[in-house]
């Protein structure tokens, strides 16, 4: 009975803020994308990925980056960079096709066949973020005898937070306070070389403070 009440009440909140409280959804100005730095200090990106135009339908992103870029120092390293920008994550407001709210990695990893033997959530600790206390979700992922360790969060309108529930829950505050649902995530994949996961983690926190540096000019807070 207790469940039955607390679903029929967040039920209930839902229809009012969406019902009453919001307006025309407002989507901020923001640069593209496809300007975005191929160069981030010893990392380079040769060519920009595109995803086929039916997952992009999927995803409902209205704008990404997808790029693995490469270092040459010490040794050849690379690591997979997904920005993707949803204008909205309200299906009737547009933005993408169809439902336009951000699929989390690790909901999605297993169908690609990755299996995830680690997942915790951890402090970001990075200069350039616009929220303290930030944090991200890292995992270990698996398929057959490949390792990667991938470093997620959602980036939206000033916050910077790994929970699921907590995105559900500020898309529904900032639509009925601020008539804005846009929101990002931002994924690093990182291949684990010689079971090192030491030397992973090395990469990611040389490349991801870069990447943080400019990512305000296509990220709006």
């Known amino acids: 009975m207790t469940k039955l009440c607390v679903a029929l009440a967040f039920l209930a909140a839902n229809f009012y803020v969406y019902h009453f409280m919001a307006h025309s959804a407002i989507i901020p100005q923001r640069e593209k994308f496809a300007t975005f730095?191929?160069?981030?200090g010893a990392w380079r990106c040769?060519?920009?990925?595109?995803?086929?135009e039916a997952v992009l339908k999927n995803l409902?992103?209205?704008d990404y980056l997808l790029c693995e870029y490469q270092?040459?120092?010490p040794s050849n390293r690379s690591i997979g960079v997904y920005l993707g920008y949803?204008?909205?994550?309200i299906r009737e407001e547009g933005g993408g096709s169809g439902e336009n709210s951000i699929h989390p990695p690790a909901h999605?990893?297993?169908g690609s066949g990755w299996s995830i033997i680690d997942n915790r959530t951890v402090p970001l600790d990075f200069p350039n973020l616009p929220q303290a206390h930030a944090t991200a979700k890292r995992l270990i992922v698996a398929k057959g005898e490949a390792r990667q360790l991938?470093?997620?969060?959602y980036q939206s309108r000033g916050r910077v937070i790994s929970q699921d529930w907590k995105k559900i829950f500020f898309v529904g505050w900032d639509r009925a306070?601020?008539?804005r649902t846009d929101g990002s995530l931002i994924r690093f994949t990182i291949p684990i070389r010689y079971h090192d996961d030491a030397m992973a983690e090395a990469d990611f926190r040389d490349l991801a403070p870069g990447i943080l540096s400019v990512l305000p000019r296509y990220v709006p807070n």
């Open 86 to 89: 949803h204008s909205t994550q």
């Open 177 to 179: 306070t601020r008539s």
């Open 108 to 110: 999605c990893l297993p």
């Open 46 to 52: 040769e060519d920009r990925e595109e995803i086929p």
């Open 150 to 153: 991938v470093y997620y969060w």
């Open 60 to 62: 409902g992103a209205a």
């Open 37 to 40: 730095p191929m160069t981030i």
């Open 71 to 73: 270092t040459t120092e």
